[in-house]
């Protein structure tokens, strides 16, 4: 063979091959193994268990999610995160965010969130609420604040107007109770957890003026606190059975099966109350901002890459291609024409017509009011949960009357606050 | 002079030094951990030595877990021996031997079931508004409503009585068979003396039944430690601190609330401290 041949053929073989390496590197897949999910049951998690197959083509690989209550999730992953790291994407919310974030149990969000799913179109409250340390953190999966949903039918009936301000609110609460129809003015959250009972009582202690902390002296056990607190065990006279002890789920199970004649919670709600597959009170409810001066609890949940398990670059693109593609248009898209109102969180599917089509101007109207009064009300702080599970079980004792005396359980948080901060 | 041979040592030692190594790294691994001040949400710690254990005795809310501890340990072991006694001399006395295999089948079914399922079970038939255990009150009562959970006064009882449920039943199963295998003739002797069936029970089958019967009462005080399933699914330790047993608050302090692995170690320490002398000393107590 000629030199010149030789060296052609041997040119045409590097090419040959390096054309080769090339697809098949183009081709390679992202994730070499199932991505691994500590999650809450959510309807958009759930549809998302359709389209395994979307992912699988889209990664090479597919993905299993494991489902505990709010409680237990936060308990299960800070355990997991501090010392095996099995899961490689941690369900995360606005109360542990900083705690996760602070240990490294959880990578900066959008050093591996692919630029193509466009993470600047979330919500700018939510986009808010993940970041810390001036890092985004997790990818929303729902948030938002807080509506006043009421019974339309029940006010007109006892010939009172929704109540606009908090004066009102704790006047009409107690006209509207009449057991005897098992019909109740309110529900309201007992059950212990900086992210449960302290999460209602909290926009009472910010209308009163409260704050958490004076940079880092304790502030809260103050005049507003005290008054929060007995506003809230007033308004609690008037709460519906089970919710004594019980949390989201048994308040507005309360008020979706009809018991219950004003509701202030967290904005999903509006989505169940007028979805007919989850609400008896269809048409017969009206939705406005919180009364007044009680500001709305601002809140986000989303899907955050672990760190432990994710040890090397690769699998966190992996992890980080999982979340992109859970919370990505296309999916949230599908939870729309889903009707999962909760699980919408991009100001191009918020602010598209299909969502006016199917929730009303009224709604529309009430979130964009109720986002004006939206506010962080815990204490952005990694020892947040632990501070708010410590005030959480002060008030379930207070709510359930296993102790009357809220200066002395403010003087005992006050105590441990300061053992908080000492560390 | 036969030879003494290896092979039960050989067979032994091996699963004893396992059995050692699976109880023991554990216990003193947590030993260790209670005498620092690790938390889960650093990896620096030091030794404190006995500084959490003295915190213990001035946090409110351990003496109380301490006291509630007491409560179920008493109830629960108290109500479910009496049930199992109870049902079970009464199946003896008056079921026949067909219509007492179906009872022994139908009690053994809630012991079957997983504890948590048994406690969503039982939260849901606690509800005020639609829980067929309230549905008696509220009819009535002309529709009052009764919240047993919600009630610092009646929480501890309405959790006690699923594990009563779930054991009393199962035990009064034990119960029957064991006088089932007692011999006639005291009994026969007991009749032919005018003896009442009452009177038969309590000064014959019974203190024949003791051995075996305190048996089943310790296995169920060992039972009634590990509660901490039904606890957690059904109250979560409320309303307030009124059901958080010792086991719940550790849980607590260590997982849900502080991240404080080191105090909840000193928790399951002390347990385990209380528990071994308690039970030793009720053990030779009954033996003397």
Not at chain 1, 335 to 363: C, M, P, V, W
């Amino acid at each position: 063979m000629k030199p010149v041949r030789l060296a052609a053929s041997l040119g045409a073989a590097f090419m040959l091959s390096a054309t080769v390496s090339t697809i098949a590197l183009a081709q390679a897949p992202v994730c070499s193994a199932p991505v691994k999910v500590l999650a809450q049951p959510r309807d958009g998690l759930t549809l998302l268990e359709d389209s395994k197959d979307e992912f699988q083509k889209l990664s090479g690989a597919s993905f299993q999610i494991d489902y505990l209550n709010e409680n237990d999730r936060r308990a299960k992953s800070r355990a997991d995160a501090s010392t095996v790291g099995n899961y490689n994407v941690y369900y995360v919310d606005e109360a542990n965010v900083a705690l996760f974030a602070s240990s490294k149990w959880i990578v900066p969000l959008t050093d591996y969130y692919p630029a193509d799913y466009d993470y600047a179109d979330f919500d700018p409250g939510r986009q808010k609420v993940a970041t810390y340390d001036g890092k985004a953190w997790f990818a929303p999966l729902t948030g938002g604040g807080d509506l006043m949903v009421y019974r339309k039918d029940i006010l007109e009936a006892a010939g009172i107007q929704p109540p606009k301000t908090l004066d009102e609110l704790i006047a009409d609460v107690p006209k509207l109770t009449n057991p005897d129809k098992g019909v109740y003015g309110i529900a309201l959250r007992g059950a212990r957890g900086s992210g449960a009972n302290v999460w209602r009582w909290m926009p009472f202690f910010k209308a009163y003026g409260g704050q958490w902390f004076d940079g880092d002296k304790p502030a809260f056990n103050s005049d507003a606190a005290v008054k929060a607190t007995e506003t809230y065990l007033k308004l609690f006279k008037d709460s519906a059975p089970g919710t004594q002890t019980g949390s989201w789920d048994e308040s507005t199970g309360a008020f979706l099966s009809g018991q219950v004649a004003i509701l202030v919670e967290s904005t999903p709600l509006s989505g169940m109350a007028v979805d007919p597959k989850t609400s008896q009170v269809v048409g017969k409810i009206g939705f406005l901002p919180p009364p007044a001066p009680l500001t709305g609890g601002g809140y986000g949940h989303g899907l955050a890459i672990a760190a432990k398990a994710n040890a090397d670059d690769a699998s966190k693109k992996c992890a980080g291609l999982f979340i992109a593609w859970a919370t990505s248009k296309e999916n949230e898209k599908r939870r729309l024409d889903a009707h999962q109102f909760g699980e919408l969180n991009r100001t191009s599917i918020l602010s598209s017509k299909e969502f006016a089509g199917i929730y009303g101007a009224d709604l529309g109207q009430a979130l964009a009011e109720t986002g004006k009064v939206t506010a962080v009300n815990f204490w952005q702080d990694p020892r947040w949960p632990d501070l708010g599970d410590r005030w959480g079980i002060i008030l379930e004792e207070l709510v359930t009357g296993t102790r009357t005396d809220i200066k002395g359980g403010l003087t005992e948080l006050e105590t441990y606050a300061n053992e908080l901060v000492k560390k | 002079m036969p030879r003494r041979s290896s092979l039960p040592v050989t067979f032994v030692v091996p699963t004893l030094i396992i059995l050692l190594i699976l109880s023991m790294v554990p216990t003193v691994y947590a030993v260790v951990i209670a005498l620092q001040n690790r938390e889960l949400s650093s990896t620096a710690y030091s030794y404190v030595w006995f500084s959490n254990f003295v915190d213990l005795f001035f946090d409110r809310r351990f003496l109380n877990a301490v006291w509630v501890s007491v409560k179920w340990e008493v109830v629960t072991v108290v109500a479910t021996m009496a049930v199992a006694i109870g049902l079970g001399v009464l199946m003896f006395e008056v079921a026949s031997p067909r219509l007492r295999n179906i009872y022994c089948l139908l009690f053994i079914i809630p012991v079957l079931l997983p504890r948590v399922s048994a406690a969503f079970v039982w939260k849901f038939a606690y509800h005020p508004l639609y829980g067929i255990a309230t549905y008696p009150y509220r009819l009535l009562t002309g529709g009052l409503i009764f919240d047993p959970l919600s009630k610092p006064a009646t929480a501890l009882f309405a959790v006690a009585s699923v594990d009563v449920w779930q054991w009393g039943l199962f035990f009064a199963v034990i119960v029957l068979k064991l006088l089932e295998t007692l011999p006639p003739q005291p009994i026969e002797a007991a009749r032919l003396d005018h003896a009442r069936r009452w009177q038969i029970h309590a000064y014959v089958t019974l203190p024949m039944l003791k051995a075996p019967l305190i048996s089943l009462m310790f296995v169920k005080m060992i039972e009634s430690l590990r509660s901490f399933d039904l606890i957690y699914v059904m109250t979560r330790g409320g309303p307030g601190v009124a059901t958080e047993t010792l086991d719940m608050y550790a849980f607590s302090q260590g997982f849900i609330e502080s991240g404080k692995v080191s105090y909840a170690s000193a928790m399951a320490v002390l347990m385990m401290i209380a528990t071994v002398i308690t039970f030793t000393m009720l053990w030779k107590r009954v033996q003397a």
